[in-house]
């Protein structure tokens, strides 16, 4: 069975700096690309960033470029984001999600998602 943990979430000032954590666990192997999307309430899901996981690429919606740090570590089956100056507007439950054929920006492509963790940013 497939699983996908997110961690790090929280409440936290505005400037600062979170470490989102996923782990993935049953069968990876097949799986060419992992992605963070967020979810603010009242609005659609959105498309933060993903990673290949045998190359290493990575793409980013060009709306986080710059504070929005994405890596993988295959030996552990992780894949983080790091958030950096963080804004009251990155408010959001943040998902990790895996794909087996895209590294796109569409939820769709993702057939495996987690449970979310919450980021709260207060001004």
């Known amino acids: 069975q497939v699983q996908l943990v997110e961690s790090g979430g929280g409440l936290v000032q505005a400037g600062a700096s979170l470490r989102l954590s996923c782990v993935a666990s049953?069968?990876?192997?097949?799986?060419?690309?992992m992605g963070w999307f967020r979810q603010a309430p009242g609005k659609e899901r959105e498309f933060v960033a993903a990673?290949?996981?045998?190359?290493?690429?990575?793409i980013y919606s060009d709306s986080m470029k710059g504070r929005f740090t994405i890596s993988r570590d295959n030996a552990k089956n992780t894949v983080d984001l790091q958030i950096d100056s963080l804004k009251p507007e990155d408010t959001a439950v943040y998902y990790c999600?895996?794909?087996?054929?895209?590294?796109?920006?569409?939820?769709?492509?993702?057939?495996?998602w987690g449970q979310g963790t919450q980021v709260t940013v207060s001004s």
């Open positions: 999600a895996a794909s087996q054929y895209s590294s796109g920006s569409s939820p769709g492509n993702y057939a495996y």
């Open positions: 990673i290949r996981l045998g190359s290493g690429i990575t």
């Open positions: 049953g069968r990876t192997a097949s799986w060419y690309a």
